[in-house]
């Protein structure tokens, strides 16, 4: 991406800086959003379709696209993720946009991701817990959120290890 607009500049192809956003493109935060929802379906090595589905929907509710701008969303945070070598950037993303309510949210969508498969994994676990304390969120309201998104599973996909 950021190669692509180097070689453009080089090339005198770079769009003038009011020609606003480029199309189809989510904005940073929306990256972020969808590349630590990709991250936590990953964590156990399984990118399952349950998962996939789980975080198209989320992105749908949170940020009010249609499933298209879901599908591209989510590509762009899975790249997004591949390139980054810490959650540092999506993080700092997120905290210098969001307040204390939506980062918690995150946290909720981050376990949702988690036990949409009917188990958390170790390293989805500690995905959120690493991410949440990126997020400043406090282990109280990182264990509600982690109540809330088990409670809201259909009960035949109920996590089957370490949830409360």
């Known amino acids: 991406m950021l190669f692509d607009r180097i070689r453009a500049a080089l090339a005198g192809s770079v769009p003038k800086p009011d020609a606003g956003p480029v199309p189809d493109e989510g904005s940073p935060v929306e990256i972020a959003c969808a590349a630590l929802l990709a991250e936590a379906a990953g964590m156990d090595e399984r990118f399952d379709p349950v998962e996939r589905r789980t975080i198209l929907t989320l992105l749908e509710r949170r940020f009010q696209i249609d499933g298209p701008a879901a599908e591209r969303l989510l590509e ?20 210098d946009s969001w307040g204390d309510e939506a980062r918690t949210e995150l946290i909720y969508l981050l376990w949702s991701v988690a036990c949409a498969d009917g188990r958390i994994d170790p390293y989805e676990d500690m995905l959120v817990r690493r991410v949440a ?31 409360p």
């Open 133 to 163: 304390g990126l997020l400043h969120v406090s282990d109280r309201a990182r264990g509600e959120a982690r109540r809330r998104a088990v409670a809201s599973l259909p009960e035949h996909s109920q996590p089957t290890e370490d949830c």
């Open 76 to 95: 762009q945070g899975k790249a997004a993720s591949a390139e980054a070598s810490s959650y540092y950037r999506f993080t700092r993303a997120i905290n």
